[in-house]
């Protein structure tokens, strides 16, 4: 493994009573893709909420390239390179698909009054600019997409909303992508191709270091270089997937001890 | 195709500010109750909304040379010009509307409020400075006013933000009542406007000093339309429509949901308090009991009616509730009840407005 690009130390998130996240160590280098696996409930998503600053971690650091993400803002998590998309799609449907891209390349644009409504040719230039490199990025994972940039997201089919989606997690060009399940809702055909579409990105941005949460065995199995298992908080193993698959405790997680 | 649209809507319009039966203004009316949905199912609205935003030299000219004729026609009845600058100027103070609830989601219910902050600036600072001047501090002082707002509403979200805006305006009211200064229940006298010794209070032969104010209104609501137009298409359009959509979303790509409300909601309280003091000097009077929660609700429901976030939509919904109560005035006490069926009939038929907004194109 390359040297951390994240890594986390003793992260631990309570709500109330309950233990969410459980002292969790979990490194992550430059250009890995690591699959997060568990039972529903386990702290999956939870993580992902307290590395880009929506919970608050209890104790516990999260080391990201030099900066403590823990005491961050998410705007700051986001600055600093991490992205991420969300189990339940969360595009802004009555907006166009470039529109939707913005929103995730917010940081590069520039945000003043003045700009904004008298220097109409500098904006006109920024604003094609970013069409041209939305348009690109789209065509990395369909040329028809990409052909449908300014209609509504809502207009679009599943598949096409996950394409969007990860497409905005990616625009600005983050060193740290978090995809929250990016198969739910979608048929295996089309998860295949989604994950098709990843890995071909991923060939083109090899530094780009990917954080995947899945419940579907056979996409972490083709996509992931390591695995973490979470249950009830904890990690209770890490390794290849060929690795995890054969953990009497993972398998005991997962269907259960007799 | 817009020029024959606008050509329709102003013949429709004298039509409707002529009949004088109460027959003929009812059977126009159905005419348009029943006339717009179809116009709208068959998608011909959205074809002359696109058409509108594609040629928009035509358009403004077309908008001007149909205002010249209804003031043509019209230019010595008080009433008709009155109706007329008060449609401009209302679309003046709901195209802020607009940018707060519209576009940054940020509900307004004490829209009348801030049209009375800049009255009440006018009613006051009229006799002491220039009128241009007037209109300027009208705006800055609803917009400051409205900071005392800020912090509630960041702290809060949907209905209750909207009760801390409804609090406000029946406060504002209050205020106004028992402050003697600012003339108590009586209210208070506000000199008609003048700009650079043009006293447009006077009107030219026999036309109707409304007129003057028509103009006025115009120049106003041509500036807001442009103002906010050019925000809608720009990344800050984009910011604030984000924040309406998705807050989660917005924190985690960086968007600073707290600046944009902030900003809307200044941004959008600036207008009301220009529009409230030209307003203010064209009735050449100020009372607590013309900014009531009520008239706040007039407000909303242009921008509601007109389809939320579409600017050709609020001065569409402006002209509508402005109009149709007076023009039923026969039907007395009753009149406000059928409007208020009428509006939300109109709301089942096509709930997202009469012209629905798109999704935004920044060149069009």
């Given at each position: 493994?390359?040297?951390?690009?994240?890594?986390?130390?003793?992260?631990?998130?309570?709500?109330?009573?309950?233990?969410?996240?459980?002292?969790?160590?979990?490194?992550?280098?430059?250009?890995?893709?690591?699959?997060?696996?568990?039972?529903?409930?386990?702290?999956?998503?939870?993580?992902?909420?307290?590395?880009?600053?929506?919970?608050?971690?209890?104790?516990?650091?999260?080391?990201?390239?030099?900066?403590?993400?823990?005491?961050?803002?998410?705007?700051?998590?986001?600055?600093?390179?991490?992205?991420?998309?969300?189990?339940?799609?969360?595009?802004?449907?009555?907006?166009?698909?470039?529109?939707?891209?913005?929103?995730?390349?917010?940081?590069?644009?520039?945000?003043?009054?003045?700009?904004?409504?008298?220097?109409?040719?500098?904006?006109?230039?920024?604003?094609?600019?970013?069409?041209?490199?939305?348009?690109?990025?789209?065509?990395?994972?369909?040329?028809?997409?990409?052909?449908?940039?300014?209609?509504?997201?809502?207009?679009?089919?599943?598949?096409?909303?996950?394409?969007?989606?990860?497409?905005?997690?990616?625009?600005?060009?983050?060193?740290?992508?978090?995809?929250?399940?990016?198969?739910?809702?979608?048929?295996?055909?089309?998860?295949?191709?989604?994950?098709?579409?990843?890995?071909?990105?991923?060939?083109?941005?090899?530094?780009?270091?990917?954080?995947?949460?899945?419940h579907e065995m056979n996409v972490i199995e083709r996509v992931s270089q390591r695995c973490a298992v979470l249950n009830y908080g904890s990690k209770i193993a890490e390794g290849s997937y060929a690795e995890i698959a054969a953990d009497p405790q993972v398998q005991a997680a997962y269907l259960g001890t007799e | 195709m817009n020029l024959v649209a606008i050509a329709a809507i102003t013949a429709y319009a004298v039509f409707l500010l002529r009949a004088e039966s109460q027959a003929a203004v009812l059977g126009l009316i159905v005419l348009a109750v029943a006339g717009v949905p179809v116009l709208g199912k068959t998608g011909f609205l959205h074809k002359l909304n696109e058409s509108f935003e594609k040629h928009k030299k035509t358009t403004l000219i077309g908008v001007l040379v149909a205002l010249s004729v209804l003031v043509a026609l019209f230019y010595d009845q008080h009433f008709v010009m009155l109706m007329l600058a008060s449609v401009l100027l209302y679309t003046v103070a709901c195209l802020g509307l607009t940018v707060q609830f519209g576009y940054a989601g940020v509900v307004n219910f004490a829209g009348a409020a801030f049209l009375g902050v800049g009255g009440y600036a006018s009613a006051v600072?009229?006799?002491?400075?220039?009128?241009?001047?007037?209109?300027?501090?009208?705006?800055?002082?609803?917009?400051?006013?409205?900071?005392?707002?800020?912090?509630?509403?960041?702290?809060?979200?949907?209905?209750?933000?909207?009760?801390?805006?409804?609090?406000?305006?029946?406060?504002?009211?209050?205020?106004?009542?028992?402050?003697?200064?600012?003339?108590?229940?009586?209210?208070?006298?506000?000199?008609?406007?003048?700009?650079?010794?043009?006293?447009?209070?006077?009107?030219?032969?026999?036309?109707?000093?409304?007129?003057?104010?028509?103009?006025?209104?115009?120049?106003?609501?041509?500036?807001?339309?442009?103002?906010?137009?050019?925000?809608?298409?720009?990344?800050?359009?984009?910011?604030?429509?984000?924040?309406?959509?998705?807050?989660?979303?917005?924190?985690?790509?960086?968007?600073?949901?707290?600046?944009?409300?902030?900003?809307?909601?200044?941004?959008?309280?600036?207008?009301?308090?220009?529009?409230?003091?030209?307003?203010?000097?064209?009735?050449?009077?100020?009372?607590?009991?013309?900014?009531?929660?009520?008239?706040?609700?007039?407000?909303?429901?242009?921008?509601?009616?007109?389809?939320?976030?579409?600017?050709?939509?609020?001065?569409?919904?402006?002209?509508?509730?402005?109009?149709?109560?007076?023009?039923?005035?026969?039907?007395?006490?009753?009149?406000?009840?059928?409007?208020?069926?009428?509006?939300?009939?109109?709301?089942?038929?096509?709930?997202?407005?009469?012209?629905?907004?798109?999704?935004?194109?920044?060149?069009?």
């Open positions: 493994m390359s040297e951390a690009l994240l890594s986390c130390s003793g992260l631990t998130v309570r709500f109330g009573g309950l233990v969410a996240l459980d002292r969790l160590d979990l490194q992550v280098g430059a250009g890995e893709i690591v699959g997060l696996i568990g039972p529903n409930g386990s702290g999956k998503t939870t993580f992902f909420n307290t590395i880009t600053g929506l919970y608050r971690a209890a104790a516990g650091t999260a080391r990201f390239g030099g900066a403590e993400l823990i005491a961050m803002k998410p705007q700051a998590i986001y600055g600093a390179g991490v992205t991420r998309t969300f189990q339940r799609s969360r595009l802004a449907l009555p907006l166009s698909v470039f529109d939707n891209l913005m929103v995730g390349n917010h940081r590069r644009l520039q945000h003043g009054l003045g700009f904004n409504l008298f220097r109409r040719a500098a904006l006109r230039r920024e604003i094609e600019h970013n069409v041209e490199k939305a348009r690109l990025l789209l065509a990395a994972f369909s040329a028809r997409l990409a052909g449908r940039l300014f209609d509504a997201a809502g207009a679009l089919g599943m598949i096409d909303r996950r394409r969007v989606e990860i497409c905005r997690a990616l625009v600005s060009e983050p060193r740290l992508l978090l995809l929250d399940e990016p198969s739910a809702g979608m048929t295996h055909e089309e998860t295949r191709e989604l994950m098709d579409d990843l890995l071909a990105v991923r060939a083109r941005l090899p530094a780009l270091a990917v954080v995947i949460i899945e | 600072l009229g006799p002491h400075l220039p009128h241009l001047l007037v209109l300027a501090i009208g705006g800055l002082l609803a917009a400051l006013v409205g900071s005392v707002l800020i912090l509630p509403i960041l702290r809060t979200r949907g209905h209750y933000a909207a009760l801390i805006t409804v609090a406000f305006g029946l406060l504002f009211r209050t205020f106004v009542e028992v402050n003697d200064a600012l003339g108590g229940p009586q209210g208070m006298q506000v000199k008609g406007m003048n700009l650079f010794g043009w006293d447009l209070n006077t009107g030219l032969g026999e036309a109707s000093f409304y007129a003057n104010y028509v103009a006025v209104g115009f120049a106003l609501a041509a500036a807001a339309f442009w103002l906010v137009r050019r925000l809608e298409r720009s990344w800050i359009g984009l910011s604030l429509d984000a924040v309406r959509l998705d807050e989660t979303a917005c924190a985690v790509f960086g968007i600073d949901v707290a600046r944009w409300k902030i900003f809307a909601f200044t941004f959008g309280n600036f207008f009301a308090g220009v529009a409230g003091a030209a307003y203010a000097m064209m009735t050449g009077f100020v009372a607590p009991n013309s900014f009531t929660f009520g008239d706040s609700l007039i407000l909303v429901s242009i921008v509601l009616l007109g389809g939320l976030g579409n600017l050709w939509g609020v001065a569409l919904g402006a002209a509508i509730v402005l109009v149709l109560p007076e023009k039923l005035q026969a039907l007395q006490e009753y009149r406000f009840l059928l409007y208020a069926v009428l509006v939300i009939a109109i709301l089942l038929v096509r709930p997202a407005g009469l012209i629905p907004r798109r999704a935004r194109r920044y060149f069009a």
